[in-house]
């Protein structure tokens, strides 16, 4: 995809600042070639841009002044990370897909494959399960019965979606994703535990993307739910009756343990854990590795584990390094 | 299936109070219509109980009062979640598998599989592989060459088992599951590191069962083994050699280490570790993100990294949270 | 194979002591029967040793009074862990793959597969994708369009390599591994986030080895690298961009978020995790659990969340066990 500067700088309501060019491919400062175009959001890679030989470069309007450094032109952008996602779609857009049901493709009589939709070699659609139009199913990808997958979604090599769980539109599930795993109820019975049967199911919403080799488990009744546009980075653990709000972000090895409910627009760092049953309110913020054990407030932003307040969990660890401050006058005395 | 609240009365050993009826789902409080059957088992469900519309609900017997609240009938049940999984397993009978190797299934000339196993759709048996009465082996499925699996074992979509690790009866392995991968033993050598072949197996015991994408490496020599009945969550990883027992519990994200020694009816928490060699006693109790660096005796409950003592840590939690009662007049003082 | 211990001894340039003989196998001590080679590496298993019924047994130099123990032939060996590597790849040599595309492997007919390459049933090759001499395609694996792999390679089982992306030579992807799923890179957009496409690819230099379920996501611009003999354990997440380094060793359950650094000869403790951006020093040791936020200097050993260097971490943990050390007289007063 061959593009001119103007008419990127139109669709994003950038200011072009120099001759217009055309541009076909993004990559980095040092890496970019003649009709490349970069960009340069860090006061730390000014040296690159002095010497980057893009044809152009996206600078963030606020530090207007580094386009001064840039041999070539200059896209000046409101929101940075925003204009990057919307340059890099119109540079590299979505491959089309080509409709179809490939040979060596193992689709069952009774499902519904749209005309539109395309499964390609080696993956199996079970009886009874519907695939939208415009739909990619990859190599490998296992859909057992009466699942319903709706319009363009992407569904990654060897990803699984089991009985009756159903996706909406645009859902995107990387490679080795699992949806619809029993869920981990246990009762004790007279001779050891026993496995809760999990008779409910999974809905994902439209918009959402699930990294590679995350679980999201069935429900023991009822539903667990993923929120519209709602971005959950690689092997993660949803567990089962989990509820999960819209616009939610969780990065790379999160764990949601049973019926833990997320609200909307909350933002999860890696590793993180929530115990069972809590609840994250609205737009709380979760640090990186964080035990979750009691409910976070809407708003809140918290750390550490089990999960504080970031301000005392920050705190907390200045004590720590500090121990000097808790000593008393007979205590140092001592050491001396 | 249709069931009378008489019938899983006598099967459950609980009190039927109010009419009998049929009965043939069960689901939330909330959720719950005409001909199905509820459970109340916390005192916040209370007020969902008394506009439920389920036909009957299950109530402990230690909670009877509450039957009063409740608009159909009851059942008092004594063991609550053991009813709840007895009850689901009577509504919810595991469906019957259709015996057979499907068109699409790929399997060596030289494997053994039961006339009443089931192979489906582009699932793979390699040489020498035996697959016992009952056994389900899903779509994706790879069996390497010389697996053993017993009867009545559940395969879900895309797991592996690899070359010559054997399988009890009524095993159960969810989609994704990787079963005799290499264990991570590295040698150093004069050009850097050297993997140490892993010419070990795996045995995983009977009724055991195993979480979407968790993972069980073979032994570098001898047997990695999984005790029977043990129940296994998503995503947990079990080095090469590790011994677990009977009974065991553990949850999503756990990592076991090479040479671990887990004793049986453990009980582990989500994204706990246990470090190389380590040995956990038998009824031990390890929380949620947990590390155990230093053998745990039998019956002992810890937490923390380095886990210790569940109390010893909580104090420890207390006191880095009340840091003033470290404090002296003096430095109070100087707050002042 | 059957091989001579004094063959073996010229191999490894061990000291045989007591009569030769042919060994075939390798098992532990207990385990070891007649025609078995063995090894004792600890003190622990010197009443093992007095009683295995190894032919021999490999011990280190450095302890060559424990060869007065063994009942049989004794191998000193200055390095015991390269010398059991050794011996294993010795005794068991990898299995010679047998050459061509079998029945049931569905090859897109643009793919160049070397003659010597084996494809195995149930495996997908992609458009215009090259498979080295040698290299194994297990079945269930799909590897996207114009995916390179190298000679000698090991493909488990169910993994995936998704477009574009390079392997080395002799790198081993155990089943389950995701090589270039998208990078979780998110831009705030009016309606909710939005991903930012990601358009790099990844390259897997030569004898990389990646454990089960691993996952390494391509970069958003450019390339996200394994470097030349790293071996990297189960459920690993590398996120976008990341770079690593030679002979980097890492851990199951490790996270490395998006841009992360690891120089050569890192080695980093199981669930680890690195922040985005950070920088971690050649040889560099990273203590399991760990939570590294910030640079972690070259040869500087760290633990704890946020990690610190071990010594002060190793402080606070001791500190945090004594709090009687913190306390004045007037506090321990009060508690009488």
């Known amino acids: 995809m061959t593009v001119s500067l103007s008419a990127i700088a139109q669709q994003l309501g950038a200011e072009l600042k120099g001759s217009d060019a055309q541009v076909s491919a993004m990559a980095t400062l040092a890496e970019a070639c003649g009709g490349d175009l970069s960009l340069c959001l860090d006061r730390r890679h000014l040296s690159a841009l002095r010497q980057t ?106 990803c699984v979606v089991r009985k009756g769980c159903r996706l909406g539109d645009r859902v995107h599930l990387a490679s080795g994703v699992v949806i619809g795993a029993r869920g981990f109820g246990v009762a004790v019975g007279p001779d050891g535990p026993l496995s809760i049967p999990q008779v409910g199911t999974v809905v994902i919403e439209d918009d959402v993307e699930i990294g590679a080799n995350s679980t999201v488990d069935r429900a023991t009744l009822g539903v667990t739910r993923i929120g519209r546009g709602s971005k959950i980075d690689n092997l993660v653990q949803v567990g089962h009756n989990v509820q999960i709000g819209k616009h939610v972000l969780i990065a790379a090895q999160v764990g949601l ?80």
């Not at 340059?87 to 409709?99: E, F, H, R, S, V």
């Not at 760092?269 to 115990?275: D, F, L, P, T």
């Open 53 to 158: 030989r893009a044809a152009a470069v996206l600078i963030p309007a606020a530090r207007a002044s580094w386009a001064e450094e840039a041999p070539g032109s200059v896209l000046l952008v409101k929101e940075p990370r925003l204009a990057m996602a919307q340059t890099l779609a119109i540079l590299y857009p979505p491959a089309l897909i080509k409709p179809g049901v490939c040979p060596g493709a193992l689709v069952d009589a009774s499902a519904e494959v749209h005309a539109q939709a395309r499964i390609e070699p080696g993956a199996c659609v079970g009886p009874g399960t519907i695939v939208g139009a415009g739909t990619l199913v990859e190599s490998g990808v296992v859909l057992g019965p009466e699942v319903v997958v709706g319009a363009a979604c992407r569904l990654g090599a060897n």
């Open 257 to 336: 343990a049973g019926s833990v409910e997320i609200g909307d627009a909350v933002v999860m760092g890696g590793q993180a854990g929530v115990a069972d049953h809590v609840k994250v309110g609205a737009r709380a913020q979760i640090g990186g590795k964080a035990g979750v054990t009691s409910a976070v407030a809407a708003g809140e932003r918290v750390a550490g584990f089990p999960a504080i307040p970031v301000r005392q969990w920050l705190r907390q660890q200045w004590r720590l390094r500090k121990p000097a401050k808790h000593k008393t006058a007979s205590n140092q005395g001592e050491k001396k």
